[in-house]
């Protein structure tokens, strides 16, 4: 048990090693605790790993391709996709929390996690990351329906994302920002009807002055975490898997339906933004359908049964 321990913190050492010595001196960094040294390279990976996905997703669907995916009318300003990476910013220092929870729970041998599929076999790594995944296809309908249903999380927690319910309010960037905008475009309906101050000028002073803590996005991501200590999972996927998010996250924000069954894509989840009731899945439809929730966006949006 022990050599597995050891081998987990090699591992994270490791990934520390790579990140940080490839943005950061040396000497900075190598004499801060490993706890640290794991949140800092979450934070630079996960800010990279935001940045450069928008980016690319932008610049290929709002430029290379403009009007073919969405009307030149309909792509969100350069402004607006300014705001909400300044907002994202402002939350990801949070939002690299829970990876680096997450590998000091494994570090400390809490968890079921293996370092090499060698330990395993390829058949129980594979068996093993089905029931990972259903787990948290699972877990995050729930807990996403629940921050609906229950009416104190759905007020102070949800609600505000729900305020994104067209186009072009909606970018790749919006994702991890999305909770923190809605507050902006709640003062922008105020500002509209009759404050002094531009609007634009409201919404700088409210991104600088609030800081609201990001637990909506970490409350949905805590399957994964969950998940850890009911299956015997891969260390280095399940750390794939919490960075995929912010990739499918940026997904499912851009309006764009890849029409791909049974992934739950934009398409889905843009409906999910205007009738607020149904199509609460992650990755795939599945439990949307199990559970009577799943909406169609095909046709005429019928409710499938």
């Known amino acids: 048990m022990e050599d597995q321990l050891h081998l987990f913190v090699a591992e994270t050492s490791f990934y520390n090693r790579i990140v940080l010595g490839t943005f950061l001196p040396a000497s900075l960094w190598e004499t801060w605790p490993h706890f640290v040294q794991t949140w800092l390279r979450n934070y630079i990976a996960g800010t ?154 409201k919404e700088m002073m409210l991104t600088q002055g609030l800081a609201f803590h990001p637990l909506d996005g970490i409350l949905q991501a805590m399957p994964h975490v969950v998940a850890l200590f009911l299956f015997r999972t891969h260390f280095l996927t399940h750390i794939l898997l919490l960075f995929l998010e912010a990739i499918w996250t940026a997904n499912i924000h851009d309006c764009i339906d890849g029409k791909i069954w049974p992934v739950m894509g934009a398409a889905y989840h843009t409906i999910h933004h205007t009738t607020y009731r149904h199509n609460y899945g992650h990755y795939t439809v599945w439990m949307d359908w199990m559970f009577g929730t799943l909406y169609d966006p095909v046709g005429s949006a019928k409710k499938v049964t």
């Open 48 to 201: 990279l790993t935001y940045l450069v996905s928008g980016f690319l997703w932008c610049f290929y669907i709002y430029y290379l391709k403009r009007n073919v995916y969405v009307p030149k009318d309909e792509i969100p300003s350069r402004r607006a996709m300014r705001l909400q990476i300044s907002v994202a910013m402002k939350a990801m220092p949070w939002y690299t929390a829970l990876p680096t929870l997450s590998e000091y729970m494994v570090e400390n041998g809490w968890t079921k996690c293996f370092s090499s599929i060698n330990d395993v076999g390829w058949l129980a790594y594979f068996v093993n990351l089905a029931a990972y995944l259903i787990f948290v296809e699972f877990g995050i309908y729930w807990m996403h329906r629940e921050l609906h249903d229950i009416k104190p999380l759905y007020k102070y927690l949800h609600a505000t994302h729900h305020i994104y319910n067209k186009q072009n309010t909606l970018s790749p960037f919006a994702g991890f920002a999305a909770v923190l905008l809605g507050h902006l475009l709640l003062l922008r309906e105020k500002s509209m009807g009759g404050t002094s101050k531009p609007v634009f000028v």
